[in-house]
């Protein structure tokens, strides 16, 4: 087995670990698949069981990335596939790897293939790789999450927030650290972070996307155990 091949099992494999499920289930006996938004994100997770367990699976799903793409893909690669000669290696290599946590995320093999929208893994990716500008797009993210109290609306906006961040800092001010391949993938994250948002889009224009009111477990869920 090649090991950029075993980079991408492995990163495949971590991002297919269902924190937002496990939490669910190992603490309160809640499947979250089955409530709220039927999603098995940190979203629903916040929704239906409270910010404590929210917290925990965000940090499962963040940490999912940052293992991808800052530990996984440091494993020594014998001999690069031939096409990345115009682009940084150790970029190509941690975005390669990240996108596996990612699709991990999504099509988890320990959770029947039924995962999350891939927006917290996809952080923790890009955290380990820029960081700098992370932090900006955690700033858009938190003001437009408290401005409108819509965590879609925030979640997309943020991924459309990367790529044009990593723009301006390339082409505006001219940081030669960031490699072109940030540009593209970040920009194919963003426009797949969207696209697996079209439910919430639907319901933004309708008027009937949930807000977030509180922090509180979601009706129903009281009584079922705490962390």
């Known amino acids: 087995m090649g ?3 075993l980079i991408l099992l492995l990163s495949y494999f971590a991002g297919s670990i269902p924190g937002s499920v496990w939490v669910g289930q190992l603490l309160y006996g809640v499947d979250v698949r089955r409530h709220g938004s039927l999603n098995a994100g940190a979203t629903n997770v916040f929704r239906v069981l409270g910010w404590k367990a ?3 699976s965000t940090v499962v799903d963040v940490g999912k990335g940052l293992l991808a793409a800052g530990v996984i893909a440091t494993i020594r690669i014998d001999e690069l596939p031939s096409g990345f000669a115009f682009w940084q290696v150790e970029s190509v290599i941690r975005l390669l790897a990240g996108i596996a946590a990612i699709v991990g995320h999504m099509l988890p093999v320990w959770a ?3 995962g999350g929208k891939g927006v917290n893994t996809a952080a923790g990716v890009l955290f380990a790789i820029t960081p700098k500008t992370m932090w900006i797009v955690i700033g858009i993210f938190m003001l437009v999450l408290f401005g409108s109290r819509y965590v879609s609306l925030a979640s997309m906006i943020a991924a459309l927030t990367f790529p044009a961040t990593v723009a301006i800092r390339m082409f505006v001010f001219d940081i030669e650290a960031l490699d072109r391949s940030l540009l593209l993938f970040g920009s194919i994250f963003a426009l797949a972070i969207v696209y697996a948002h079209r439910s919430n889009i ?4 309708a008027g009937t996307e949930s807000k977030v009111q509180n922090f509180r477990l979601a009706h129903g869920m009281r009584g079922r155990g705490e962390l």
Request: cysteine-free; overall charge positive.
């Open 3 to 5: 090991s950029l091949t």
């Open 112 to 114: 029947r293939f039924q």
């Open 202 to 205: 639907q319901r933004l224009l």
């Open 54 to 56: 929210g917290i925990l």
